[in-house]
């Protein structure tokens, strides 16, 4: 089982914190594992994310900051794990992808209006059911001229929520969803506050509130991290297990969890 090595590796790292719940990222019941990952469009360590990916061995992943050298690589390196590739290139940082073991259905661009990227929603079958994915990655606190402004700082707020109000109206909440990707905000932040209020659930905070998945070092020695990325999902589903593997490949860390349907955890 070559995923064996990783799943102890992500219990012990979501272990940290005995206020919390065990994970458990291999339940007997029916399950989906999951991962977003913004690999970063520079491809700093392009062998670094293949190996993690091979290993973590996900039923889906989440990748954003792709293009046409990422998407070659991962399509060369990955086939075998992988019979279902989807990528949209976009300019500079905005490519988006969807890497899964099942085929992918009624896949849609759905192109920004608030924000700066697309997000990327389809459907998939998988041994929990039907599954709606919603790709997405949010704009981040910069000027046009990606420079650090602090009047965008100010209006990200609002203009996160318009984006998610976007993509959103493009999901259906009768069925399963998720909503994975990278947010440039975290738990605490205006639009996933919002939607966390609105029956909504955020994977990683249910087993890890600590473990930053965004680190960057300045050109002045500053080191600023943050908890960007996640995997948000519907009343229709239940995390048993999420974690930040840390993989030294990109400015991100990749989230990692593993989704039931909800019925069958007795919550309802």
Known sequence: MRRA?????????????????????????PHLSVVTYNINWGCPAPARVIEFLRRADADIVFLQETHRHWEEALRTHLAKSYSHFEFHEGPGAGGIAYLSKYPLKNV???????????????????????????????????????????????RIPDIHRRELALFLGHTDPKVPLIVAGDFNENEKGG???????????????????????????????????????????????HCTGAAVPRVRASDHFPVYAVMVTREKKGDK
Do not use: M
């Not at 680190?215 to 229709?236: A, E, V």
């Open 5 to 29: 090595p990783i799943l102890l590796a992500l219990a012990l790292l979501a272990g940290g914190c005995a206020t919390l719940p065990a994970p458990d990222f291999s339940p007997k019941e």
């Open 108 to 154: 849609k661009l759905v192109k920004p209006v608030a924000g700066w990227f697309p997000a990327l929603r389809a459907d998939v079958e998988t041994p929990i059911g039907r599954v709606q994915l919603l790709n997405v990655h949010l704009r981040p606190p910069l000027s046009n001229r990606g420079s650090v402004s602090l009047g965008v700082f100010r």
């Open 191 to 237: 639009s996933l506050r919002e939607l966390l209020g609105h029956g909504y659930t955020d994977a990683l905070s249910g087993y890890d509130t600590r473990s930053r998945t965004w680190i960057w070092r300045t050109r002045f020695g500053l080191r600023l991290s943050n908890r960007y990325d996640h995997i948000i999902y519907n009343d229709h589903l």
